[in-house]
């Protein structure tokens, strides 16, 4: 039996194989040097004894939004070929699911993103739970008086109540705040499989994961604060934001009264206060606000969209302007931390690819 062509198509599929993961060597590098850095600081702190260090806190929850990520395009691209009354559409279906695995490269470099994706996530999540540790809140006051002199006086979310005054607006504001993690996994998604772009992925995805360390975790250690929502908690005597926190409250009750939902931001802010009493870790908890990160990544994304289709990026920049709108109308954000995330995340944008276009042309 000639073996031959069979070894000629794995010698093919392992040359694949080598320059995909070639191609993505730079990413694989900057997560393991970010990511043993940060493990021997968890030996090194002590803070492992309250809070865990565990690489892998993302991995299951990734791996179900792939799952359902699938789902939904399963039922897209079925629903499209019936559309458009394609010839034996099953048969096309799995086809196309086929091409995913063709070559395996294909396959293997979407896992091993995913699990860099994982090991990014979970180091900031550790390092924004032991942020109070590191550097205790003691910023929230200063950010909240320089918001007021750089707004004329005012606090910004005064402004922004007094524009969206009504429970339809905080509403509508709240929506948009929830589903920017959607945007965010779409866009993510989109990047980690387009090849297209070599440049702009690699911008892209290496300034997602910059974004995430540097943003989230170094600079809000530097910068370190709690936020309007919490102020009060951690000082009685800040109750600057309790009228906000009324508000939004009030709101939240007479959405219920008319059959709309609540307002998510207060669930979700309480349940994060209970996680930094107990000083838990885990999936999405850790108290930060400066810089904002929904902001940051929603930037970001406008960023890489307009490089793509500027009508499309020129939504992604609107949404961007929702958000931070949405982050002091919920009472998530002092005003600058919006402002300085978008500053620290064009800068990091333009540097990321200055030195990928710099490293390009070196090799």
Known sequence: MDTTPRRQTWKVQWVSIKLAFSEDKILYGYVLFTC??????????????????????YLRSLASMCYVSFLVWSVYYYC???????????????????????????????????????????SYTY????????????????????????HFGVSPWELSHAVFSNKYATFVLNFFYHTWFLLMWGSLLFFVIDRKSKLLRDQYLLSFLSSW??????????LSSAGPCYIHLLNPEHNYFLPLIDILRTQSRQLLEIGFPPVWAIDVQ??????????????????????????S????????????????????????????????HLAWHYAIDGYVSAILTIV????VGLALTKLNRDN
């Open 213 to 222: 360390l540097l943003i989230g975790g170094l600079s809000a250690t530097l």
């Open 80 to 122: 499209y070929l019936l559309f458009h009354r394609t010839p034996h559409p099953l048969v096309r279906y799995i086809k196309k699911i086929i091409s995913f695995f063709q070559p395996i490269s294909k396959s293997i470099s979407f896992i091993l993103l995913i699990l860099i994706l994982n090991f990014t996530l979970s």
């Open 270 to 295: 309480d349940a994060l206060w209970l996680k930094y009493l107990s000083r838990e870790g885990g999936i999405g908890v850790g108290i930060s606000a400066m810089p904002s990160m929904h902001v």
């Open 36 to 57: 043993t850095s940060l493990y021997l600081l968890s030996k090194l702190t002590g803070f492992e004894v309250n809070i865990q260090y565990d690489v892998f806190t």
């Open 348 to 351: 990091m944008w333009k540097a």
């Open 127 to 150: 390092l924004k739970t032991i942020i109070p540790d590191l550097h205790p809140f003691e910023y929230d006051l200063v950010f909240y008086q320089f918001d007021k002199w750089l």
């Open 297 to 328: 990544i929603a930037v970001l994304m406008a960023l890489g969209s307009y490089r793509k289709n500027k009508i499309l990026g020129y939504l992604m920049w609107g949404n961007a302007l929702i958000i931070q709108i949405g982050s002091v």
